[in-house]
Every structure is written in C-alpha cells, then in structure tokens.
C-alpha cells in the first residue's frame, strides 16, 4: 500500500482544527455513547524512528476512520472499529487526531507524540592556561541539540562534586545552549578536573536517565607576588672572572611551575634553580668580557601563569691590568745599573716601593748600582684602582739576584785554631757568594783535606797549615788557616809527675827531721840519770828510732 501524501502544512492544521471544532459542537457529540482512543497514548519516541499508531472504537458501525497527522503515514491495517497507520521518520514532535463517525455523530481523540533526541555536543569550553588563586573563575558548557528541553538537566562537576545544575533552555533546533557557573579558585584546584554533563531523564516516560559527559579539562592554579624577586649581585666584576649572583622570590605558588631567567646586559646566564615549597631561589656564575666594561644591568625574571616579577641591579664591569713588575736584569753582575718597572692598566695608580706614580696609568721607576747587599733583595709595588666608590689594591714583588765572587768570612774561619787531640771540630770557613762557590781545604805539603762545615774526628795528623779556597764561576779567594792540635795527656803527666817529687822530698825532709829529734832527745836523758848515779850503775842505754809513719 502506498503510504499517503500529507497534505501541506497549513490545510493539515486547518483542517484538524476544523474537525476538533465540529466534533466537540455538533449536537450527536453532546450525546454520543462511543469513544474513539488512540493507542499508544502520548508516546515518546527516539527522533527519526518509526511508530504504529491504532485507532479503535466500539461503534457496532463506525464511518470514515482516519488518522490526520502532519506526518508521513502508511495504512498497516484495519478491522470492525480500528485502523492502524505507520508514522516513518519522526523527527519533531507533533499531534496527531483520530476521527471518525459513529451513527452520524463524529469521534474525535487526539494524541502527542514526543520526539527525544540526545544531545549532539556536550562540550566544556577551554579554561584559561592559569587562573590566578582568589580570582572566580567561569565554567560554561556548551550544549548542541538534544531534546526535549524541558526534561534536559546540565550539570557542572569539579571532578565527582556538582557544581550547579540547571536546566537546558531554548529550542534543540536552534544554536547550541551555554550554561554557566561561576567558582572561586584556589590552590586545592590546582589539577583539579572538571567537566560537564547532560542529563536526559525520560523517566517519567517509562525510558530512563540518559547521561552525556565532556571530556574532562585540567585546571592550573598560581599565586604570584607583587613583591619583585630578592637580587643580590656584586657592586663590581672584573673582566675574566668569576663571581656568582643570586635571585629568590618566596610566595610562589606551584614553585616547581615557575621559570628563571637572569641575565647579564644582552648576556643570558644559565642559573641552577632549587625550589623548596612556595620559595624559589636560583644562582648563576657570572663572568664579563673586554667589550662588556663599564655599567651593566644584572636582571633576575621569574615567569609563572603568564604573568612576570622583575628586578635589576646595577654592576660595574672593569679591567684591572697589573701591577706588572719587571727588572732590567732579573741577574745581575755586581757592580751594574738594575732598572725596576712597575706598570699597570689605563686608570690604575702604581706605587713602587713606597713612591707613586706620577699619574694614573703612568709606570713608576727606579735605579740602582747592584752590590753583595742586593742579591735577593725583593722589591715592591702595588696597585690602586677606584671602581664604583670603592678602591682596589693589588700587590705584586720580584726578587734581584747579585751575581758576585766568592767570599770567606774571616771571622768565621780564624786564622788560627787550637784543638784538642781527639775530639769532634767543624771547620767553619764557608764561603758566600752568587752563584754559590765550591770550598776546599787542603793540608800544605800533603792532599790531605779537611771537610768544611761539618763535623769530623781531629787527631794529631792534622796538625799543620791549611790552604782553604773558594771558587765559582765569578773566580776564587783563598785563606790560610793554622791548625794547632795538642794531645790530651802530655800536660797533665808532667803536672802529675812534679807533684809527686815534690811530695816526695818533703816526705824524705819530715822522716829526717823526725829521726834527728828522736836521737837528740835519748842522749840528753841518758846524761841526766848518769850524773845522779854511781858510775859503776851506770848501763848502756840502746836507743831505737821509730819510722816516720
């Protein structure tokens, strides 16, 4: 059966209009007994499908049934009291009529048919690359088609929480719709996720709970201070060297997000950056070269949410050449003229031994005839240098060499030494002298030589005189030297011996003395008992004299 045309648009609404109007005004509807209904009553359907809508009544004879839709319609079949038509391609909603005539009264029953379609875009528009912390921030999802309208529910989450929810409005015909929510952002929603979802609830309809999420975007949150970053870099830089600057910035929010530049003039120096919770601090070796002299700018940026803290500091950039100190003849002849230089850089005021120059970046100068007294003698000189208020000083020194003959010193080496037989002498007769001269000393009439300046075992060999030289390449000088060595035992035994004659005659003289007074004193004994006796008494009286002990 071929599907009937509809009939243009405004006939068909006229034309229902006209027999809802009939039916409910005629006088048989007044009365009538039998009803006309519509199956399914008010039904949902998915747009672009197909439906079979019934009419039916009990009229014993009903007349004329139809179905008056705007719609494309196909009779699927009829029977005493019904007739059944296919809607195809249902894509809005619409209102459809039954109708008929039952013993000559007309049957009216009308139906809606509801179109459900899910949304064609659920979109969260991009969210800013950084939102700064304490500054709301707008959330909108964008929403293309779906319908109907009245049962769509867009919902706005951070991550799993519902932010707003709120219902779709306007025509799904029409452009997309925008639903929108505002938050304050704070650190916690630094990462944090957030989407928007639909939500089609056909419930009601016996359907269900539709659900179309977006896909997730991330959000990033920071805190940047006012305060401008902490530089501290040195007051001045001399050309080639090395000197480190330092740039830290607290309060920064994530720390481990934000960027360091510092940088030299046009120069960009590569800083070792280390973050430790909300403080950043970054440190760079900075070095100047010749072309960079004179004021610099040392530069400290910390970048972070597109947003930038900046600060500079004053350097002074500076040569220093010197002081440069230079002798005539780092080894002169004695006897000769020795000029001393010293010099240095373009503003650089030298001071040699004492006395300056006379004017900044002029050399200072001096002479001298080179005598023994000056071989390493050391002279010098300092420099001065005023960059940016403060004064530099630099010190440098050279040592002159004297080349001269070789000298004994006599009073070091006498020209007579008395020592004692076998005992430990050191022969001090070293020689001075530039370069540093060989000293020998011989035994005249012998090669017997005595080693100088160390310790060796005297004996009576080296008895006699000595013939001691020192030589170099600057010539020779020559000493005599006596060497008197005396035995250790000679004096003390002829010492020893006269003492013991002395004490011998004495000894002899005392016995002698003794004996002589002994005898004397018998004799003058015996005389006085002879004389008091008769003589015929008289005995001989033996007289014994007694050993001096």
Request: proline share 7%; net charge neutral; charged share 20%.
């Amino acid at each position: 059966m071929v599907p009937s045309r509809p009939l243009p648009g405004t006939c068909r609404t006229l034309l229902l209009f006209l027999l809802l109007v009939c039916g409910l005004l005629s006088p048989g509807s007044q009365g009538q007994e039998f009803a006309l209904r519509v199956q399914p009553q008010n039904p949902v359907l998915h747009a672009g499908g197909s439906l079979v809508v019934n009419c039916s009544t009990e009229c014993p004879d009903p007349k004329l049934l139809t179905l008056e839709t705007s719609l494309l319609k196909e009779p699927v079949g009829d029977g005493p009291g019904w007739v059944a038509f296919k809607l195809s391609n249902v894509t809005s909603d619409s209102r459809v009529l039954c109708a008929g005539f039952c013993n000559g009264s007309q049957m009216i029953s009308p139906s809606n048919i509801t179109v459900y379609r899910f949304p064609d875009q659920v979109e969260l528009a991009p969210l800013p690359p950084w939102q700064p912390v304490g500054k709301n921030l707008t959330l909108r999802c964008q929403v293309a088609g779906g319908a109907p309208r009245s049962q769509l529910t867009v919902v706005l989450l951070r991550g799993q929480e519902e932010l707003s929810r709120e219902q779709a409005a306007g025509e799904p015909t029409k452009a997309e719709v925008e639903v929108t929510a505002t938050v304050l952002a704070g650190r916690s929603d630094h990462g944090a996720s957030f989407s928007c979802r639909t939500e089609l609830d056909l419930r009601p309809q016996g359907l269900g709970l539709f659900e179309n999420t977006s896909a997730p975007r991330q959000l990033r949150t920071f805190v940047l201070p006012v305060t401008l970053p902490h530089l501290v870099v040195p007051r001045s830089l001399e050309v080639g060297t090395l000197r480190q600057v330092t740039c830290a910035l607290d309060g920064v929010f994530p720390s481990s997000e934000a960027e360091v530049q510092l940088a030299l003039g046009e120069q960009m120096l590569n800083p070792a950056v280390t973050r430790s919770r909300d403080r950043l601090s970054a440190t760079a070796t900075v070095t100047a070269l010749a072309d960079q002299e004179g004021p610099q700018d040392i530069v400290c940026n910390v970048t972070l949410g597109g947003e930038t803290r900046e600060s500079r500091q004053n350097l002074t950039v500076f040569s220093f050449l010197g002081p440069i100190l230079n002798l005539s003849e780092s080894s002169a002849p004695e006897g000769s003229i020795v000029t001393v230089t010293c010099m240095a850089g373009a503003r650089v005021h030298v001071f040699l031994e004492g006395f300056a120059a006379a004017a900044p970046g002029q050399p200072a100068q001096l002479q001298l005839n080179a005598t023994e007294i000056d071989d390493q003698r050391s002279f010098f000189c300092s420099a001065m240098l005023k960059v940016d208020g403060e004064v530099l000083n630099r010190n440098t020194s050279v040592q002159l060499r004297v080349l001269y003959g070789p000298k004994i010193d006599r009073a070091k080496c006498p020209e007579r030494l008395k020592w004692k037989d076998k005992t430990n002498q050191v022969l001090q007769c070293q020689a001075r002298g530039n370069p540093a001269p060989q000293v020998h000393c011989w035994q005249e009439g012998s090669s017997l030589e005595v080693p100088v300046g160390t310790p060796f075992f005297v004996n009576l060999k080296y008895q006699g005189t000595y013939r001691c030289q020192a030589a170099s390449s600057r010539g020779t000088y020559t000493l005599k030297v006596v060497m008197d060595v005396q035995g250790r035992n000679r004096p003390f035994v002829t010492i020893f011996m006269a003492v013991l004659v002395i004490v011998g005659l004495v000894t002899v003289a005392v016995a002698l003395k003794y004996v002589h007074g002994v005898k004397r004193r018998g004799i003058y004994k015996v005389k006085q008992e002879n004389a008091s006796l008769p003589l015929t008494s008289v005995q001989p009286i033996e007289t014994v004299a007694e050993e001096p002990s």
